[in-house]
């Protein structure tokens, strides 16, 4: 199945189709968790209405073992990154986006090295 996805503003490099879909899940992660702890800070309970796509994102990325050590790891390095979206700022968004799939790549590639 080929999905033609716009990846506009992202490296002018070409990526396989697989990675564009990471990304974009990577933004909806990103955006959708930024949106629920936005709402948390005002007293709304959002835990029975998030979003999760880790599961997707880190499968599509890579990762076959998905241990507690991994998902602590995942939901701090989206912490950080959710702090560094500005939705006002399109091109910074997207820089973070893509900074995003990068520590997932360095961090599968360190992974399978600890694994050989």
């Known amino acids: 199945m ?4 716009e990846a506009q503003g992202f490296p002018t490099f070409k990526l396989p189709a ?7 899940l990577i933004k909806n ?14 007293g709304f309970d959002t835990s029975s209405y998030s979003i999760e796509l880790g599961s997707a994102i ?7 073992d998905r241990t ?3 998902w602590e790891w995942y939901y701090n390095i989206l912490d950080s ?11 910074i968004t997207e820089r973070v986006i893509f900074d995003f799939y990068i520590a997932l790549r360095i961090k599968l ?3 399978s090295i600890k694994v050989a």
């Not at 080929?2 to 996805?5: A, F």
């Not at 990154?81 to 091109?91: A, D, P, R, S, T």
Request: hydrophobic share 40%.
């Open 18 to 24: 697989n990675q564009d879909l990471i990304l974009l």
């Open 29 to 42: 992660e990103l955006i959708s968790t930024q949106f629920a702890h936005q709402l948390d800070t005002i």
């Open 2 to 5: 080929k999905i033609d996805l």
């Open 58 to 64: 880190l499968s599509l990325v890579g990762f076959t």
């Open 109 to 111: 590639h360190t992974e």
């Open 81 to 91: 990154y959710i702090e560094k979206i500005n939705l006002e700022e399109n091109g």
């Open 68 to 70: 507690d050590t991994l």
